[in-house]
């Protein structure tokens, strides 16, 4: 598996209702995507207590190969030509877990770097018991803990079924054509 995610810083003044079309209307045809566990359909509106306007995509892809096929693709390419080209950040599987919530509307994301002393092993474990602590919670979709060995940063997403805290993604489409299998693989760790 491989987590992916971009976005789109918007202008103060920008009307929000265009993204909130154009998710209305794209959003669906990721609802069958081959290789894709999921995709997260998020804006961050700066009336709702986000530092700024963004539009974002956060995906969970099977394997990088697939995600190297959506890059290299026609629907990346259909982005590009209407935002240009965003820094795309990627991450190793670090620990995922999966939730009892059946959908989605908020995306809250936090970030750690770790220390060169760090042992990654336990690193990782404090992760999965992290993720394993909130699973629980009838509001979760998923927890995922997110590797960067390029900057050693480990960023935490949580995908909650409740209305957006103050400065959250809010979920405007969760495509998870591949979550009944996540959720089956993860019933198991």
């Not at 998870?176 to 299998?181: F, I, K, N, R, Y």
């Amino acid at each position: 598996m491989i987590l992916a995610r971009y976005r789109h810083r918007l202008p103060a003044d920008y009307d929000l209702s265009l993204i909130r079309a154009r998710i209305a209307a794209r959003g669906p045809t990721w609802d069958t995507a081959p290789d894709l566990i999921f995709k997260a359909f998020t804006l961050e509106d700066r009336s709702r207590g986000a530092s700024e306007n963004a539009y974002s995509s956060f995906y969970l892809w099977r394997d990088a190969g697939a995600a190297a096929a959506f890059f290299a693709g026609s629907g990346f390419a259909a982005v590009l030509q209407a935002f240009g080209r965003p820094r795309t950040d990627l991450w190793l599987p670090f620990a995922i877990q999966t939730g009892p919530s059946a959908q989605a509307r908020s995306l809250a994301i936090t970030h750690r770097t770790l220390p060169p002393e760090a042992d990654l092993g336990t690193e990782r474990r404090e992760d999965a018991a992290w993720g394993a602590s909130l699973r629980a919670e009838p509001d979760v979709l998923a927890v995922l803990c997110g590797l960067d060995p390029t900057s050693w940063r480990v960023t935490r997403f949580v995908l909650r079924a409740g209305e957006p805290a103050a400065g959250d993604g809010e979920i405007l489409h969760l495509a998870s054509p591949g979550l009944a299998d996540l959720r089956d693989a993860t019933s198991r760790l």
